[in-house]
């Protein structure tokens, strides 16, 4: 079954980062690409950025490209994602589930939004 777990989140000033995890398990990572989501109140959900373990490709959306980084640690069962250099605007709940991740693009899977293997997430709040 799936299971994600996302942690890392908080209170920052802008141009403050933070460092979010999201823990899954073996065999998720082993089937499946992962990326992060995030959704803020009155938007919609938005991906934010994946990567590809077969050959470590990496996708970010336009508005994070330069400021944002995602890893894995495959022996932890982690993936990361770095947010630097944070804005207002990256205000929101992120959260992370299996995607299929190119460079130029990540496809949620079929059951995206009904799916019951969403975590919690965790609150990113950016303000002065």
């Known amino acids: 079954q799936l299971q994600f777990v996302e942690s890392g989140g908080g209170l920052v000033q802008p141009g403050g980062s933070l460092r979010l995890s999201c823990a899954t398990s073996r065999r998720t990572l082993d089937n499946w690409h992962i990326g992060w989501f995030r959704q803020a109140p009155g938007k919609d959900d938005e991906g934010v950025s994946c990567?590809?373990?077969?050959?470590?490709?990496?996708y970010y959306e336009d508005s994070v490209k330069g400021r944002f980084a995602i890893s894995m640690d495959n022996a932890k069962n982690i993936v990361y994602l770095q947010i630097n250099n944070l804005k207002p605007d990256d205000t929101a709940v992120y959260r992370c589930a299996p995607v299929l991740c190119t460079a130029a693009q990540m496809v949620p899977s079929a059951q995206h939004r009904g799916a019951d293997y969403w975590g919690r997430g965790t609150q990113v709040t950016v303000s002065s």
């Open positions: 990567i590809s373990k077969t050959d470590g490709t990496t």
